[in-house]
Every structure is written in structure tokens, then in C-alpha cells.
């Protein structure tokens, strides 16, 4: 039998997807000054999660280490990024948090000046494997569960240690059967809902405010989520974990009106991954990267283990264990694989 959490995909997948540039570099090269391929489709992933997808990798100061000030200026690492004294900043790649309503071109100050997310690593990938425009839409907030906040539709209740847990839209997130149930404000898979339609009314107007749609359509191509540390502080949700995160991809393939979008993640649970709930999550997530156990994924999902980018506090600008203590680095190269892996499901024909 092959192994539970084998990352290897295997067989073929024949979805013709966005044009691809030539073989794609070992590292990223600088930005050059070019917009997007003119006349093509705009190609649209919608970035999900928690707070580590919001981002929160320090942009600075400079003296602290493992922020993105001191990885490019003092170990002069990362220099795609950097032009003089300046940021580089892609003119192919446009980043919109639907949840605020503000974008930019890609750069490191595009998220809120302050701090970065993944977007940077995956857009700039992004950018440099595709000719077409790119449009980094990210709609999610901090502190929100796959169990409970992010549920997608379909899911139904169940019970777990005695109590039975809320299906899509019941509420409260548990109780006891025959017992009153305790009233909040909230519902399961309310999150999923808001951040659904943040993001669809980002592409109704998406004319108003990014600069290169012009009378261009736009697909949306691939989904990113990186999420899993509030589902850590409930063992009932850590145990459902993969079966919604399964119906998860369905669920936005088929509310984005999607089928053949791609669909890549992060391990990452906000701590290392290596034992109680957090190792029970990160199992799930690299589980529904199997082919073998999930053939319908074969070729168009794909998972990255980001457990080995973890940064003791010692070498970050924080100790904030569940924010991977605001080391840039970790969330820079958690964007890149995740690019990587978005631009292998786009490029391959072939697994075998």
C-alpha cells in the first residue's frame, strides 16, 4: 500500500491552462518594466486562510533579523526584490485585498506597508511563468477555523465526544442534544460566505480599479489557501479537517463557477507542525495531496510542506509563535513553493 501522505502525483492531467513562459528559472529574476500580455485574460487566484495568509512577516526595522528589511540589506538575500534603494515592483502583477478594498501593483509594501504575506512569493512567481496579466486577489481574516468559520456549504452535522457540531449554517458552533443551545451571533461557514462574496464583488468592479483590465476578460485560475491554526484549539474540528478541507476544493470550484481551477496549499498550522493537532492537520493537508488516495485531484491539486521553513524566535523580529514569529523568510518562501506548485499544475502534462 502506498503512503498515507505520499506528495507524489501521478497520471495525467490534460486541462489546457494560461500560457506559460519558457522553462522556469531555479530562482526569480528581477521585474522588468512590462505589463501583462495585451488582449489576453486576466488570470485570477484567490488567496484564503487565516491570519499568516493576511500576512504577517515584518517588513522591518532593519536591525531585526528575519524581517524583510534585514534578509535583503544586511544578508543580502532575495535581490529580484530590491532596485537601488527601492522596492522592485511588478507592472504584470496586481494585488487586491477584497476585504479592505485596496490593491497595488505587486511589491513588498502592496499588502499594507508593514508587513507580507505569501502574495509576494506566489505573485512574483506568478508573474515571471505566465505571459498574461495576474491578479492576486486575497479575501480571508485572522482567527477563523475550517471547522467552524470557513465550513463550506454541503457539510453536515455530526457528533464527536458527546456533542454534536454544527453542519453549514446550523449555529451554534456545538451542543448537547436535548439541551437549550447557547445563542451567537454567528453561524458555521459564515466566513466562507463572507469572504465569497468580498471577493466576487471585487471582480464586478474589477474594471474601476485595476489599471490593466482595459476591456480584457478575466478566469479564475487557481485557488491558494494556507490555514489550519485555529483548528488546532478543537480536536473535533483537527479530526474533520481533511474531509472539509476535500469539499472545500469542490466547494469554491463550484461557487467561483471554476471547475478547472487549480487548486495548490501550505502546510501550516501557526506552530511547527510536529505533534498533537497541529501534526494531525498538517497529515490532512498533505493527505488530499495524494492522487492515490484522492484520484478526482490527480494533477490539480497540490501540496507543499512549509514545516521546515519554520524560524526559531531567536532569529525573527517577534516571539509570536502562531504568526511563525513574523519571520519574513518563512512567509516569502511559503509564496514562492506555493508558486512553483501552481505553475508545475499549469505546465505539466505528464506525472508519470
Known sequence: MPSRFSLTIVAAFLTIGPALADEHPKTILKPDEKP?????????FILMGQSNMVGMGDIGPETAKGSLLNLTRQEKKY???????????????YYYD????????????????????????FGFV??????????????????????????????????YGGKTYAGYKDTPDSWVEGQPRKEVKWYAG???????????????????WYPEYRDQQYEVA?????????????????????????????????????????????????????EGLGLKIAEAQLAIGDARMYPKFRGNVKVIDS???????????????YHYNRNAETYLEVGMRLGWAMADLFKKRDYS
Open 126 to 159: 506568478m508573474g515571471q511563468v505566465l505571459d498574461e496579466p495576474v491578479l492576486v486577489l486575497k479575501s480571508c481574516i485572522g482567527n477563523r477555523s475550517l471547522g467552524w468559520d470557513l465550513l463550506p456549504p454541503g457539510s453536515k452535522p455530526y457528533t
Open 79 to 93: 535581490p529580484w526584490l530590491v532596485d537601488g534603494e527601492k522596492w522592485t515592483e511588478r507592472r504584470d502583477v
Open 307 to 321: 514545516r521546515d521553513l519554520w524560524r526559531e524566535a531567536a532569529d525573527s523580529p517577534k516571539n509570536q509563535g
Open 36 to 44: 501583462g500580455a495585451a488582449g489576453e485574460p486576466i488570470r485570477v
Open 222 to 274: 487557481g485557488f491558494v489557501w494556507w490555514q489550519g491554526h485555529k483548528d488546532t484549539g478543537n480536536a473535533a474540528h483537527a479530526d474533520k479537517y481533511e474531509e472539509n478541507l476535500e469539499r472545500l476544493i469542490e466547494s469554491l470550484r463550484k461557487d467561483y463557477d471554476a471547475p478547472k481551477a487549480k487548486f495548490v496549499l501550505a502546510t501550516g498550522c501557526g506552530n511547527p507542525g510536529r
Open 98 to 121: 477584497a476585504r479592505v478594498r485596496k490593491g497595488a501593483p505587486l511589491s513588498p509594501t502592496a499588502n499594507n506597508g508593514k508587513s507580507i504575506g505569501p502574495e509576494l512569493g
Open 190 to 208: 459564515k466566513q466562507y460566505d463572507d469572504d465569497m462574496a468580498n471577493a466576487k464583488e471585487a471582480l464586478k468592479t474589477i474594471a474601476k
